[in-house]
């Protein structure tokens, strides 16, 4: 009898740990595993606010698949898939085509424009290790440049970020911080630097609890943030934006315009023909598509919802560390022949936004609120315990956030 073929496509936080899980569960004899990923490493999508803002190495934020995914188990393929025939089974990659009897789609997300004019070409999207780098290098550069110019350039040393949700205050967070020491390196007048957060909603960190919110906002802005609520930008140029608030209209001359307000599921899921919403597959209890038993889908391209509920869970690391759990158990089962599947069942273990180095707010336990240091320490925490469920204690003291007051 030949060996069921699994693939799992994408290496992000549902897909490694789905694959780490399968190495595990699943013997040499049962079943061959392969792990598709562009990279040949994962990277920590939580971390990249902080590569944005220059206040974390990239480096730091990559960890080579290598490390955590043992290759006489799992079939490594480094290589891009291009779309998925799920009526024939085949994955098809830009260096050739992957057959398969199971399937783990879990290719992560994509900025969503909201069709907003000049946006996708005009600004800077924080989606991966490399567009990181590049934020981090274009706000370096654009400090740089100020100086040398006769005339005052504040549009070199106007950053703007689109978006108050989570990456969005983040990020702001970071770059608040950040922003003092480009000042002293570059020589510039910190009281000329701007630093706006613009969100097109009437309040930052939507859905959070406000008191909360109301902290992050006040020492965010003691460090120098400027909000602008309720402001949609309605287009972008290479020379800034355009924004509107009670049908008035203001232009903001920037050269570092950051987006940072909306995912969607990656396109190719789309493309191939998987019924979405946003990019995303609203999957079934058990997380298989509704139109094919042999293909989960976890992470960002899939839209989990609670029986009768009318939104879906918000994809976040956390949901996809848990997708990968039910997936990898429903895997074993069908590889095993059996049918009887479990159905996913998320635990919000709580949620901690940072709001730069020793600052944070959080929610844990169902209704426990942190803030300060406190809360900085546990997203230490979470971020701590995630590299020891994948990788163990060597990947922890390689990687780990180990000094918690800094």
Not at 13 to 25: F, P, R
Request: glycine fraction near 10%.
């Amino acid at each position: 009898m030949n060996k069921p073929s699994i693939v799992v496509l994408g290496a992000g936080y549902g897909g490694i740990m789905t694959t780490t899980k399968l190495q595990k569960m699943i013997g040499d004899t049962e079943a061959d595993i392969t792990l598709v990923n562009k990279h040949d490493y994962h990277y920590q999508t939580t971390w990249l606010h902080e590569n944005a803002a220059g206040t974390l190495h990239h480096d730091r934020t990559r960890l080579p698949i290598k490390d955590v995914v043992n290759f006489n188990k799992v079939n490594f393929v480094q290589d891009t898939v291009v779309s998925i025939d799920p009526d024939n089974k085949v994955v098809k990659l830009e260096d050739g085509e992957l057959t398969y009897d199971y399937l783990v789609i879990g290719l992560g997300f994509e900025s969503a424009t909201f069709g907003i004019e000049g946006l996708g070409e005009n600004a800077y999207m924080l989606n991966n290790i490399n567009s990181a780098r590049r934020i981090r290098d274009l706000i370096e550069y654009n400090f740089a440049q100020y100086n040398i110019y006769k005339e005052d350039r504040q549009d070199l040393i106007t950053i703007v970020v689109g978006g108050a949700g989570f990456t969005g205050i983040e990020l702001v967070g970071e770059l608040a911080n950040r922003i003092p020491e480009l000042c002293q390196e570059y020589d510039v007048d910190p009281s000329k630097v701007r630093l706006l957060n613009v969100e097109a909603g009437p309040t930052a960190l939507a859905g959070f609890d406000e008191e909360l919110v109301e902290y992050a906002m006040n020492r965010l802005e003691e460090k120098g943030v400027e909000f602008r609520l309720n402001t949609m930008i309605k287009s972008c140029s290479e020379n800034g934006i355009i924004v509107e608030k009670d049908g008035e209209q203001e232009e903001i001359a920037s050269k570092n315009v950051i987006w940072a307000a909306g995912v969607r599921g990656n396109s190719i899921v789309e493309e191939s023909g998987f019924e979405v919403g946003r990019g995303r597959v609203a999957v079934r209890q058990d997380l298989r598509t509704p139109d094919y038993d042999d293909v989960f889908v976890v992470g960002d391209c899939a839209a989990f919802f609670e029986e009768g509920a009318e939104r879906p869970f918000p994809p976040t690391a956390q949901i996809a560390m848990q997708m990968a759990d039910t997936a990898a158990h429903n895997l074993k089962q069908l590889v095993n022949g059996q049918d009887e599947l479990e159905g996913f069942e998320p635990d919000i273990k709580g949620t901690v936004a940072s709001l730069g180095h020793t600052d944070a707010i959080g929610v844990i336990f169902d209704d426990k609120k942190l803030y300060g240091r406190s809360a900085s320490i546990m997203k230490k925490v979470i971020d701590n315990r995630y590299l020891l469920k994948l990788g163990g204690v060597g990947l922890l003291l390689k990687k780990g956030k180990l000094d918690m007051y800094h």
